[in-house]
Structures are given as C-alpha cells and as structure tokens.
Antibody
Framework: QLQLQESGPGLVKPSETLSLTCTVS??????????WGWIRQPPGKGLEWIGI???????YYNPSLKSRLTISVDTSKNQFSLKVTSVTAADTAVYYC?????????????WGQGTLVTVSS | SYELTQPPSVSVSPGQTARITCSGD??????GYWYQQKSGQAPVLAIY???KRPSGIPERFSGSSSGTMATLTISGAQVEDEADYYC??????????FGGGTKLTVL
C-alpha cells in the first residue's frame, strides 16, 4: 500500500528557507503516469496547491508562489523535496505531500499525514 | 485568478441527505473532485471525475456536475461523515484550484 511521509524542521525563522522532504514507500516514484505534489493548509484555513513534479524533473508551480519555490526529485531515494525561500509568517501551515494522477487534469489521489511548519523567530 | 465557491457550512440531521455545492466558471469543461477532511487528519479523495467513487468510499457518497456547478451528495448522512469537504478542479489552463471548503455538521 502506498505511503507518503513528510519530514523536515517544524520551525523556520522569517526570511530563511523552508525545506521539506517526502519519502514514498509501497510504490516507485518513477511509476509512469504518476506525478508528485505539495499542498499546504494554514491553521484553520483551506487548502492551497503549491506545485507538482514528474520523476523526469518536469515541474508545475503555483504562479503566486513560483518565484520562491523549488521542487526536486531523487529517484534513487524514492523521495521528492520542497524548498520555499524568504519565508514569512504567512507560510506557516501544515504541508502535505501527495501522489498526483494526470487524466484530463491533475488530481491528488493519495496524501501524506502532513507536517506543521511554523515560521517564527 | 480562478475561484471555486462553496457554502461555508451545511447542517443536516443523521439519516438526511446532505448536498454540498461548488460553483466555478470552468466546470462545464473541467472535472470536479471532492475531498473529505476530518478534524486533525489529511484530506481523502471522496469523488473524482465528477461522479466516480474511489474504493473504500461508502456508496452513500455521490457526485454530479451540471453547467457551472458540481454537487457532492451524501444520502443518509452519518455522524461519522461530519468533516470539512473541499471541491477541487483546474482552471482553463490546467492550474489546480481548491474551493474554500464546507463544514458539514451532522447532528
């Protein structure tokens, strides 16, 4: 059974870089037809799509965050990662990684449990 | 930017039918999806491609779409269905978008 697990620091200082990794188990990150994505949810608020990556390295970013984002993939470790630069309190959120299917459009069919990242000095 | 609009809250008694709507201009050409998020948990895909139900989702959950509106219907809602429900779709360029979420209360 596919499992996704987020990992990384739970506290990041303002203006620094947030870095998270998602480890995939029970399936290969190189599986044809599947992409991998990040979504976040500020405390008490709704879901926001961050970005998507294919195992080949092709990426799709939320235009509102694109200038601060880097998503990468390491197929040898079955992991993909997220970096957000110049963080502020507005980046405080639960960050989820997810498997993404692409039919006529992308959708997220399996999610990690999420990890809370707080931006504070 | 593209928006999907949901009612903030819906309330039903156990056994009643709950309907949650989602409106968006691109829905006539783009599939609608629904996610269930129980308190403190990650979202779970409840409906995909307007009306398909993933394995493990109870039959009382169904989806439909007509024009600019997608609808999630829970027939005979149970107390355990109490959760936040998010619709999801993409804009005309394929950019993913989530609705603002609807809190379903069953009591």
């Amino acid at each position: 059974q596919l499992q996704l697990q987020e990992s990384g620091p739970g506290l990041v200082k303002p203006s620094e870089t947030l870095s998270l990794t998602c480890t995939v188990s029970g399936g290969s990150i190189s599986s044809s037809g599947y992409y991998w994505g990040w979504i976040r949810q500020p405390p008490g608020k709704g879901l926001e799509w961050i970005g998507i990556i294919y195992y080949s390295g092709n990426t799709y970013y939320n235009p509102s965050l694109k200038s601060r984002l880097t998503i990468s993939v390491d197929t040898s470790k079955n992991q993909f990662s997220l970096k957000v630069t110049s963080v502020t309190a507005a980046d405080t959120a639960v960050y989820y990684c997810a498997r993404v299917k692409r039919a006529t459009s992308f959708f997220f069919d399996s999610w990690g449990q999420g990890t809370l990242v707080t931006v504070s000095s | 930017s593209y928006e999907l609009t949901q009612p903030p809250s819906v309330s039903v008694s156990p056994g009643q039918t709950a309907r949650i709507t989602c409106s968006g201009d691109a829905l006539p050409k783009k599939y609608g999806y629904w996610y269930q998020q129980k308190s403190g948990q990650a979202p779970v895909l409840a409906i995909y491609e307007d009306s398909k139900r993933p394995s493990g989702i109870p039959e009382r959950f169904s989806g439909s779409s007509s024009g600019t509106m997608a609808t999630l219907t829970i027939s005979g809602a149970q107390v355990e269905d109490e959760a936040d429900y998010y619709c999801y779709s993409t804009d005309s360029s394929g950019i993913p978008v989530f609705g603002g979420g609807t809190k379903l209360t069953v009591l």
